[in-house]
């Protein structure tokens, strides 16, 4: 049965077009593919169940401290406007961490935007009818699923806010991927003149994928969620991090013409450079950063303190003010999850590919623009 948003998505110009066999497509077999991706769209948000609930990675989640920068942007937003969280995309636990800094201290929770593939069994049941999450096809080019869910995006802006990850899945690389246009388009449809964009930044010391993910670099094939869960459980023996969530300005998009494709590009460079601005620099990146295969501890405190001057002067948002305290904070988590090992009094490196993620995490704030790198 379709609920009061999904029956207003039927309702908008653009839906109905398609059913009448504006893009090519009419019929009742367009009418069952709108509805069936409609049925599958639907989310309920049941706030209270959510706090109370022992949720599968709770004993996960508890291992990660949350802290938070600049929550007054959202403070001060959430009084007037709708808004849009726009987030870099680092681990699965983002879903949990980013909405739990919001709840933890009283802000409106919002939707989320996830991918699809976090909708099987009891999880996928959690996020449909508790947590409020949205499941998304990524990278589909069906018109009947792309005009549905711009216009289920759009109505849902009507009444609540909402967070997602223009970058769409994880990077698996590490670095700041380029951001993808779809679902900001889809709520500049919603056509409020409240609405700001909020872009959001999450860093972690350690991410509890790392090992998982970085062998990859580049995203193959969409893996059961059951077996990614499984091995998030075994890499969270002994797992300790800080999760530091950083809100940037409110960014206003109630005027950006959602039929402009300059415009809808524009503003989606500008979520994403602010979000890798304001991304924190963390002793872990550094680190990484400045490593090399072999090396004494006094040459690798040099070369992060010249990597930290440099990161100083493009006013990265920095969480480590020197060599030394990026080695204090740093060697010992990189040691115990087995990436690197001091040795007759130098760092070696043990897991290459893993370390080489936690470096391109700052790559973006190294690297000028048009500069090859």
Same mark, same amino acid.
């Given at each position: 049965m379709l609920d009061e948003i999904a029956q207003a998505v039927l309702a908008r110009d653009e839906v109905v077009k398609y059913l009448r066999g504006g893009y090519g497509d009419r019929g009742d077999q367009a009418r069952e593919r709108v509805y069936g991706y409609l049925e599958e769209l639907q989310t309920k948000q049941r706030h209270k169940i959510y706090r109370a =609930?022992?949720?599968p990675l709770y004993p996960i989640l508890r291992k990660?401290? #949350?802290?938070?920068?600049?929550?007054?942007? $959202?403070?001060?937003?959430? #009084?007037?406007?709708?808004? $849009?969280y726009a987030s870099n995309h680092k681990s699965h636990t983002d879903y949990l961490v980013e909405p739990l800094? =919001? !709840? !933890?201290?009283?802000?409106?929770?919002?939707?989320? @935007?996830?991918?699809?593939?976090?909708?099987?069994?009891?999880?996928g049941l959690i996020h449909r009818h508790v947590t409020g999450a949205i499941p998304i096809r990524r990278n589909t080019k069906d018109p009947a699923y792309l005009i549905t869910l711009k216009a289920y995006i759009s109505e849902i802006l009507k009444k609540h806010d909402l967070f997602f990850y223009p970058e769409g899945g994880r990077s698996y690389s590490g670095e700041l991927k380029p951001a993808k246009t779809g679902l900001i388009s889809a709520a500049l449809a919603a056509n409020r003149r409240d609405l700001v964009i909020i872009p959001t930044a999450v860093a972690y010391d350690l991410v509890l994928e790392d090992h998982i993910i970085a062998r990859q670099r580049v995203k193959r094939t969409q893996r059961p969620f +059951? +077996?990614?869960?499984?091995?998030?459980? +075994?890499?969270?023996?002994?797992?300790?991090?800080?999760?530091? $969530?950083?809100?940037g300005a409110p960014i206003p998009a109630g005027d950006c013409d959602p039929h402009s494709r300059t415009e809808v590009l524009e503003l989606t460079r500008m979520i994403r450079a602010r979000i890798g601005a304001q991304y924190k620099v963390l002793p872990t990146a550094v680190f990484a950063a400045a490593m090399r295969p072999s090396i004494t501890r006094r040459d690798l405190e040099s070369r992060i303190d010249h990597m930290i001057e440099e990161l100083a002067a493009r006013r990265a948002n920095l969480g480590v003010m020197s060599g030394r305290q990026a080695i204090e904070e740093? @060697?010992?988590p990189l040691e115990t999850r087995n990436i690197v090992v001091l040795e007759a009094g130098r760092f070696r490196v043990r897991d290459r590919s893993v370390l080489r993620y936690y470096a391109r995490t700052i790559e973006h704030l190294l690297v000028t623009p048009g500069r090859p790198h």
């Open positions: =609930l022992q949720h990660i401290e #949350r802290q938070h920068e600049n929550l007054h942007h $959202v403070v001060g937003a959430a #009084r007037g406007h709708r808004i $849009v800094v =919001l !709840d !933890d201290n009283g802000i409106r929770p919002p939707l989320i @935007a996830a991918g699809i593939n976090l909708f099987g069994g009891p999880l +059951r +077996r990614e869960l499984a091995e998030m459980v +075994r890499y969270a023996v002994g797992y300790r991090s800080r999760a530091v $969530v950083t809100f740093a @060697a010992e």
